[in-house]
């Protein structure tokens, strides 16, 4: 696996031939030239700017990991003919704006985008169908405890670009009462496109919450558990990715 | 160990359990049968502490203490376990990662791994579960027996001192019956003060697990009390003379 950790703007790098990198000082482009895995761990109080680049035919798995502080990530994601992309990304957010744009410039190209965020959140996210026959996934869940978190997700299909698939999900778990709000806006200007969307905000499932409450585990770590498994669950990572996950992020006795 | 006293129980303003008693001792095995949407579940639920079940009157006693006072975290760790009717599906939390959480919470200090690692092999293995399952969401995608047997094993691994077992003998086949009667025999050798509520339809269970004291429950309450054969009529005359 291909790893770039950035700690406080210290950029260290494991990087093999099929990744080209370049890095100006808060941009970080990222190259990929063909079929590869990376693993990209951002800490960061400052903003930062990703660009991502898949060539033709390529096939890559990004896992992002963050833990932000009120700051700005901005990704720019473009994908060329026929290239895949599975792109998770797991996020502890403290007043963040996540704002990315994929591009998808090439015929056939595909996108499978898994997002899952914790805490004070506005993710926007930008889907451009520029190519026939591309194809999208986006798949979004967040955990609020008394923060506001934002999903606002566009998707846009011009005219005369055809054989589109668009599919969206988004679920936010409030854990108090408090406001958060999902907006999915889809932009289509063609006929020939299949689209579906779903929009879900409730609180933790209390059936779910009882069964492990009545096992003796305290409400806390019942909800820690559910909260857990639902972010975690959102994303297509291998055992490797989820060890290195739990290692950095998320506490487990 | 427990003392149910005069207890109503109503669900969303619907009365369920009116003038309800029950006193189980130490030890001791009841079975409670009665007609569908009588209130069986109900009770089990009420014992565990699930508030969409609200105690109108009465009171409940579970090992010198008034149960309604505790939460149901803290009534599972003092002692009680509902093995539920339909137990529930958690996606995303796996088995292993929960009842490390469940025996970690029972006994307040980390658990040694090695120990727990060999105690979930002989107890799957005992209930003749895929040692698999243990690896997978929570019931998710479980077969109705598959699903039984986890509440089985559950049990055995946290030990319970009051254990409500809710048709645990609905859905399982002849060999899984089989073998849930005999863990939970198993596990009443081993902790010979555990006592036990069976909830069912079918004295079948029965012969494995010998009660000793059968219970009709109709209009909300328990209106007649007998021993083993009283089941064996339920079954053969059905609720109407009681
Ligand atoms: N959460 C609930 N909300 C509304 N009504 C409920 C709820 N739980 C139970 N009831 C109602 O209370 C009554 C008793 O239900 P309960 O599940 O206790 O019956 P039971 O005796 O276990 O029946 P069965 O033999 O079919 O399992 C039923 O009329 C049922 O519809
Ligand atoms: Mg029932």
Redesign the pocket.
């Known amino acids: 696996m291909n790893i770039i950790n950035i700690e406080n703007s210290i950029l260290e790098k494991q990087l093999d031939s099929t990744i080209f990198l370049k890095q100006a000082k808060k941009n970080i482009i990222i190259n990929i030239i063909n079929n590869t895995s990376l693993c990209i761990n951002l800490l960061s109080k400052e903003d930062i700017n990703l660009e991502i680049n898949l060539n033709d035919n390529v096939e890559a798995k990004i896992f992002l990991m963050s833990k932000l502080e009120n700051n700005n990530l901005n990704s720019f994601i473009v994908l060329k003919n026929n290239s895949n992309l599975l792109f998770n990304h797991f996020s502890i957010n403290d007043n963040i704006n996540d704002t990315k744009e994929i591009n998808m410039n090439g015929l056939s190209s595909k996108i499978e985008y898994y997002y899952s965020c914790k805490g004070n959140t506005k993710q926007k996210l930008n889907v451009y169908h520029n190519s026939s026959k591309t194809d999208s996934l986006v798949s979004s869940n967040g955990i609020s405890n008394n923060e506001h978190i934002i999903f606002e997700i566009t998707e846009k299909v011009p005219k005369k670009v055809i054989g589109c698939n668009l599919n969206q999900k988004s679920r936010i778990i409030n854990l108090k009462d408090n406001i958060s709000t999902i907006k999915p806006i889809l932009l289509i200007d063609e006929q020939d496109v299949t689209a579906s969307h779903s929009s879900v905000i409730s609180p933790i499932n209390d059936k779910e919450l009882f069964y492990l409450m009545s096992r003796g585990i305290s409400k806390e770590e019942s909800i820690n558990l559910l909260t857990t498994g639902f972010l975690v669950n959102n994303l297509k990572l291998t055992k490797e990715e989820k060890h290195l996950l739990f290692e950095k992020y998320i506490f487990r006795r | 160990m427990l003392n149910i006293k005069n207890i109503n129980v109503s669900?969303?303003d619907?009365e369920?359990l009116k003038n309800f008693n029950l006193n189980i001792n130490k030890g001791e095995i009841h079975v409670i049968m009665?007609?569908?949407?009588?209130?069986?579940?109900?009770?089990s639920?009420v014992l565990m502490g699930d508030n969409?079940?609200k105690v109108t009157s009465g009171e409940i006693i579970f090992l010198d203490e008034d149960l309604q006072k505790l939460s149901v975290d803290e009534r599972a760790r003092k002692g009680i376990f509902v093995a539920y009717?339909h137990p529930s599906e958690i996606e995303g939390v796996n088995n292993v990662d929960f009842l490390k959480a469940a025996l970690r919470a029972k006994s307040n200090k980390p658990i040694n791994l090695y120990t727990f690692a060999n105690e979930m092999e002989t107890l799957s293995k005992n209930l003749q579960l895929k040692e698999n399952m243990l690896y997978r969401s929570i019931n998710s995608g479980f077969s109705g027996g598959e699903k039984k047997k986890n509440e089985i094993l559950q049990m055995r691994l946290l030990k319970p001192k009051l254990v409500i077992l809710?048709?645990i003998d609905s859905g399982l086949d002849v060999d899984s019956l089989k073998i849930v009667a005999q863990n939970t025999l198993e596990y009443l050798k081993e902790t010979k003060d555990t006592s036990v509520i069976i909830?069912t339809?079918y004295p079948r269970i029965l012969e494995y697990i010998k009660p000793d004291f059968v219970h009709i429950?109709k209009e909300g309450h328990i209106v007649k009390t007998g021993d083993y054969s009283l089941a064996l009529a339920v079954e053969k005359n059905g609720f109407e003379n009681y």
């Open positions: 669900v969303e619907k369920i009665g007609p569908n949407g009588v209130g069986k579940s109900t009770l639920r969409h079940y009717q809710d048709e909830i339809h429950v």
